[in-house]
């Protein structure tokens, strides 16, 4: 995708000023609107819109792991910018349509043999993909129905609440440690707001993948649930969180989150910077050529 693929496509879509989406005033209850359900897809993300529950469904479908590319990230935020344009739409549902994954993470490939301007664009697309679902005015729900390591395991951090398929082969976690990687603050920031300091700090050290039980255990996710009954799940905690008025939810999460957000406001070309630099030394260029040709060779 040529650059600025993502500049370029938020321009097209009305898209507000990069790191100023989530000053996005609350939103009102939309009108009652007769049941209707409306799709629209790009390459790698299936919307599906009910507008009578107020209530979209996000599938991931960029098989065969649903990694987070340049072209993901983009086609991910296009799709997050127009439901929360739509007054229709007051809840999203995040799930994959890819069997037993929900996301695979970063794109090692973007990362890995680039230009330092390629390495830039990539790295402000993930700080929008998760600004924009961090700060949303909707409520978000992860319905978690596979592995999630590393950045998937950061989309659904960044979710309201988190349901995962109650299955052991599943794991979720911030392991980047594993391939050499530092997980940026703001990552470590979700991370602590969800489980707590102590948690955080050795499971980001040891880059630990937390099976689906122990998930459940430290706090991760907020529920397990059998794989055949996750859709239904998420649909229910989703009119409960909608029963509240929407104002003093939207506010409330505002205010929980708002330091957060300002953080990574305030050092946003520093934590670019501070990507290029690091995802361009040497050492880590070949530590992610060598987890390149394992995958390579686990395929094979």
Not at 94 to 120: N, Q, R, W
Not at 142 to 157: D, H, Q
């Amino acid at each position: 995708m040529a650059a600025p693929a993502l500049a370029r496509c938020m321009a097209r879509t009305g898209v507000l000023p990069l790191g100023q989406a989530w000053g996005r005033a609350p939103r009102l209850p939309p009108s009652p609107l007769p049941a209707q359900r409306r799709a629209f897809s790009n390459n790698k993300v299936l919307v599906e819109l009910d507008e009578s529950a107020g209530v979209a469904t996000m599938k991931f479908k960029s098989p065969p792991v649903n990694s987070l590319s340049l072209d993901f990230l983009t086609e991910f935020c296009i799709s997050l910018e127009k439901l929360e344009n739509d007054r229709a739409c007051r809840g999203v549902i995040l799930t994959s349509a890819v069997p037993k994954i929900f996301s695979s993470g970063l794109d090692i490939t973007e990362m890995c043999g680039k230009s330092t301007e390629h390495y830039a664009e990539f790295w402000r697309a993930v700080q929008e993909m998760w600004l924009r679902l961090y700060s949303s005015n909707m409520v978000t729900v992860a319905a978690v129905n596979g592995s999630s390591p590393a950045g998937g395991c950061l989309i659904a951090l960044t979710c309201d609440y988190r349901i995962m398929a109650e299955n052991p082969k599943f794991s979720i976690g911030l392991n980047e440690a594993q391939l050499g990687i530092v997980a940026p603050f703001w990552f470590k920031d979700t991370f602590v707001n969800v489980v707590g300091h102590r948690v955080a700090e050795s499971s980001l050290q040891l880059g630990s993948l937390h099976s689906a039980p122990e998930a459940h255990r430290i706090g991760l996710v907020d529920e397990l649930v059998p794989e055949e009954k996750l859709k239904d799940r998420a649909t229910a905690v989703m009119q409960q969180w909608l029963a509240l008025p929407d104002h003093a939810r939207q506010l409330t999460k505002t205010m929980m989150r708002k330091a957060v957000l300002d953080r990574l406001v305030a050092h946003r070309e520093e934590d670019v910077q501070n990507f290029i630099s690091f995802i361009s030394k040497e050492s880590i260029q070949k530590s992610l050529r060598m987890y390149m040709e394992m995958l390579k060779k686990k395929k094979s």
